[in-house]
């Protein structure tokens, strides 16, 4: 997982003479993060955090629930996964009421992961070794779009230069996970039928 270091160490190669420099336009750079995350989490890939509920049944709140310091976290419901002796299994059995409170069944109790896909919150204070909130095949096109929304009012032909190279890389991705289907699209599992 890239760290906030890690990117300005990357922002700092694509236009910045010195460290110093990225550590003075600390503001403009973590707008443009938070605006390079949001923006690569709904066009090309998004994040996911996960939530362990144990001993579970009944209703849960995923809003309240994977808070962290009074901040929403939860933006959308990926995959639940149910411990069982066999290893963890694809759970269906539940109910999402305003897409957001999970109802599980209540006479089974288990201990179940829940996947979701994170709210992008705005980036302000972060220490250097926080990891940044972006799925790991994506960690590449963030420091492109972050120096293109630095230079962006500054300096556009160096801001052309490296959306272009972001716009590059990130067809190339999106054409990678389409090919093994995890392009942005989510993925249907069948569960019973008729067979043929």
Do not use: C
């Not at 336009?25 to 709904?42: G, P």
């Not at 990678?176 to 289907?181: F, M």
């Amino acid at each position: 997982m890239i760290t906030y270091k890690q990117l300005k160490d990357y922002i700092q190669g694509l236009g910045f003479e010195e460290y110093e420099t990225v550590e003075e336009y600390e503001v403009i750079v973590n707008k443009a993060l938070t605006l390079a995350l949001q923006t690569i989490s709904e066009t090309v890939i998004a994040p996911k955090e996960s939530i362990d509920l144990i001993n579970a049944h009944g209703e849960y709140d995923l809003e309240e629930i994977t808070k962290e310091g009074g901040i929403v976290r939860f933006n959308e419901l990926e995959t639940i996964w149910q411990e069982t002796t066999e290893g963890d299994k694809l759970f269906n059995n539940y109910h999402l009421e305003n897409g957001k409170i999970l109802h599980l069944p209540e006479d089974i109790v288990a201990n179940y992961t829940v996947y979701y896909k994170p709210i992008i919150v705005q980036i302000e204070d972060m220490s250097d070794n926080d990891p940044l909130p972006i799925h790991y095949r994506a960690e590449h096109l963030l420091p492109l779009l972050v120096a293109y929304h630095v230079w962006l009012d500054d300096e556009e032909r160096k801001a052309v230069m490296y959306y272009n190279e972001y716009q590059q890389e990130r067809e190339l991705l999106i054409k990678n996970l389409e090919k093994n289907g995890h392009g942005g699209k989510r993925l249907a599992r069948m569960v019973g039928g008729l067979p043929w």
